[in-house]
């Protein structure tokens, strides 16, 4: 019986999740055209909101957790475990003050509606995992646009998503890149929990209705003196401290 309102309701998700993709894509093309970036982003913030809140649609309960104030007047790196493409909306909206830009793998970038878009429009890092070149070149150039507009960056440096909720080991790599030209940037754990149960075989249907999602932001590191290992290893403890609370 559970298995058949979990495909009724992500039925129900998937169809208002479609809809919203393609109308607010609409909204960003003119929102772009006839006002600029700031304008477009705007937009993002609200598709993003309307994304978290039709999670309800499903049963799903959510929870995002700031437990520490964060500057507006320098770059952040927030650094995030991995577990769904539901990650990112709620991180979006609720940290919308500080202007995510995401890493991403190349491949969102093209297709989408509305997700690929604003891909391109935010600056965002597309990177080729296949090419290591080419994706610290795309990651130091996030890192010098962050740098100069005091706007943050997000990364999950697992590389793809855990389907099993244990982390994989953080790749230092992406991090030094990001923090190379924003050398004052903060770097700022979050640790997310639940998804992987709302989306187990990462393809959105269906999805496990009921399920618990959490974003809990963690106390800030200064990057200042450490290494990227170092910042790496800080990162995904302090988010296995906080999962296992």
Do not use: C
Not at 165 to 188: H, S, T, W
Request: without cysteine; aromatic residues 12%.
């Amino acid at each position: 019986m559970k298995k058949i309102i979990d495909y009724i309701l992500s039925s129900v998700y998937l169809v208002y999740f479609g809809l919203l993709l393609v109308v607010f894509h609409a909204l960003q093309v003119i929102a772009f055209n006839v006002f600029g970036r700031n304008a477009q982003q705007k937009v993002v913030f609200v598709l993003n909101l309307l994304i978290t809140l039709g999670w309800y649609l499903t049963g799903t309960s959510m929870k995002f957790t700031q437990k520490f104030s964060l500057p507006t007047d320098r770059p952040i790196v927030f650094i995030a475990n991995h577990q769904s493409t539901f990650d990112i909306p709620a991180i979006y909206w609720y940290l919308r003050k500080y202007q995510p830009i995401f890493v991403s793998k190349i491949e969102l970038a093209k297709g989408i509606p509305s997700i690929s878009y604003n891909l391109h429009k935010s600056n965002a890092a597309l990177i080729d995992r296949k090419d290591g070149k080419q994706a610290v070149s795309e990651i130091l150039r996030l890192s010098k646009y962050i740098g100069e507009n005091n706007y943050s960056a997000v990364i999950f440096p697992e590389g793809t998503r855990s389907r099993s909720g244990v982390m994989k080991p953080f790749a230092a790599g992406g991090i030094n890149a990001l923090l190379k030209k924003a050398p004052n940037a903060l770097v700022v754990p979050i640790a997310i929990k639940g998804n992987n149960k709302f989306d187990p075989n990462s393809g959105l249907f269906p999805l496990v209705s009921f399920s618990k999602l959490s974003w809990t932001v963690l106390e800030p590191i200064e990057p200042k003196g450490k290494t990227g290992e170092e910042i790496a290893n800080l990162s995904q403890e302090a988010i296995r401290v906080a999962l296992e609370a």
